[in-house]
């Protein structure tokens, strides 16, 4: 028999432990969990990494990071945090969306409420677009319902099927809930190279009446991007009820990247594979790259994209 002391101290003793283990503090030290409502993200750390791995895009940097700090920061939301970054392949567009969706849930791109859709792979065929449609509702809803923090990312928005996109107005609308969810807290990022056109030749517009690319403010840019996407038969956007309704906070344009930035892209990819960083090889490789217009060249014609391909060839160098 056991004495009724030593039994009530073993009770004891479990109770505590059973607590303690089903705490959401030690709970999650182990497995991914949803921020908690007050949780802010780090600004000063976003910043660092924002100044550090992304180059050339000034406009990006302070546009991003005011806004996501401003949504972070606010605690009751009217709508969610709605991005349309746009410029042409390799200027980072990909890269700030994984930096920011890191922010939020340190797992990036692996954790479970970060979800990203691609428009070719995730939505292929043009008369399944009411499935589609219905599918992506639900995803929506059922992954704001387990996190209210989810973070969405669509890439590829140049080839998304008209109309597609504007199935998910509801939950970008100015509704405190949609049949019972609240969507206030998400973020919501699309990646397009649509308006890359209108991009370039501002930057080069600028560059020709000699001034300096950080001379470029979100106001010579956001209105001709956001009318040019709408008007834009290939640009997912297309008589967008999103554009039309105001539910995109943000039209974010990437610069095209120069030479200088070109340069920064190429060390720090060789500073990523652990090697040396050796300005003949940096200066190599940027000779391989191609830039435009065809006689001043200018702006690389695919941004920073090509450069792990091109570094590979030098690697024994």
């Known amino acids: 028999a056991v004495e009724p002391v030593t039994m009530a101290l073993a009770i004891g003793v479990a ?3 059973t607590g303690y283990l089903s705490h959401p503090r030690f709970y999650c030290n182990f497995v991914e969990c949803c921020p908690s409502a007050g949780k802010q993200l780090n600004a000063t750390a976003l910043k660092v990494q924002l100044d550090t791995k992304l180059f050339g895009q000034h406009l990006a ?31 980072g567009k ?3 969306s994984q930096i920011l969706a890191e922010h ?12 990203l859709f691609l428009a070719t792979l995730h939505f292929p065929h043009h008369e399944q677009l009411k499935l589609y449609k219905e599918q992506l509702q639900n995803w ?10 989810s973070v969405f990312i669509f890439d590829e928005m140049d080839k998304m099927h008209p109309g597609l996109i504007d199935a998910i107005k509801p939950f970008l609308d100015y509704y405190e ?10 973020i919501f990022i699309f990646l397009s190279n649509a308006g890359g056109d209108l991009i370039n030749k501002a930057a080069l517009d600028f560059w020709t009446s000699g001034k300096q690319r950080e001379e470029i403010h979100l106001k010579d840019l956001e209105p001709t991007l956001s009318v040019g996407v709408f008007n834009d038969k290939n640009s997912g956007l297309w008589h967008s009820s999103l554009i039309a309704r105001n539910l995109i906070d943000y039209f974010v344009p990437f610069l095209p990247l120069e030479h200088k930035h070109v340069k920064m892209c190429i060390r720090a990819e060789m500073t990523a594979r ?4 050796d300005e003949k090889v940096v200066q190599a490789v940027a000779d391989e790259m191609t830039f435009f217009p065809k006689e001043e060249k200018i702006f690389s014609d695919k941004g920073c994209k090509t450069v792990q391909a091109k570094l590979d060839i030098h690697e024994d160098i």
């Open 177 to 186: 809930q949609v049949d019972g969810v609240s969507y206030t807290k998400a």
């Open 140 to 149: 929506i809803r059922g992954n704001v319902s387990a996190c209210p923090h």
């Open 274 to 277: 652990g090697y040396a960083v």
């Open 94 to 96: 990909n890269y700030l």
């Open 104 to 115: 939020v849930h340190p797992a990036g791109l692996r954790s479970k409420f970060v979800h």
């Open 15 to 17: 109770s505590a432990l």
């Open 61 to 91: 940097k302070e546009v991003v990071l005011k806004a996501v700090m401003g949504f972070s920061n606010n605690p009751s939301p009217k709508k969610p945090l709605t991005l349309s970054l746009h410029g042409w392949a390799g200027t």
